[in-house]
Nanobody
Framework: QVQLVESGGGLVQPGGSLRLSCAAS????????MGWYRQAPGKERELVAT???????DYADSVKGRFTISGDNAKKTVSLQMNSLKPEDTAVYYC?????????WGQGTQVTVSS
């Protein structure tokens, strides 16, 4: 089992920055990919960014150049640095972890971008 807990969400003005963190516990050594997804009311959950155990990362086109994903195996965390935030970034952000046959989710943290 893998447990994921997100933190760092909140209210920020357009153009501002926010850093999300995800603390993982359990069988973390078998995790191959971790990432961040987001879901706005009435919309489907969408990929934001992923990072592999080897350190390679991938981003949705909508956040490239603005968001940075990072991981720390020793501290059992994955983070998402969000810069130049836009109102369209408003959503509940979820931490995700993938094993060969398992998929785990955190409870989500709200990010609201508004003036």
């Amino acid at each position: 089992q893998v447990q994921l807990v997100e933190s760092g969400g909140g209210l920020v003005q357009p153009g501002g920055s926010l850093r999300l963190s995800c603390a993982a516990s359990g069988n973390i050594f078998s995790i191959r990919v971790m990432g961040w997804y987001r879901q706005a009311p009435g919309k489907e959950r969408e990929l934001v960014a992923t990072i592999t155990s080897g350190g390679s990362s991938d981003y949705a086109d909508s956040v490239k150049g603005r968001f940075t994903i990072s991981g720390d195996n020793a501290k059992k965390t994955v983070s998402l640095q969000m810069n130049s935030l836009k109102p369209e970034d408003t959503a509940v952000y979820y931490c995700n972890a993938k094993r060969i046959t398992s998929n785990y989710w955190g409870q989500g943290t709200q990010v609201t971008v508004s003036s």
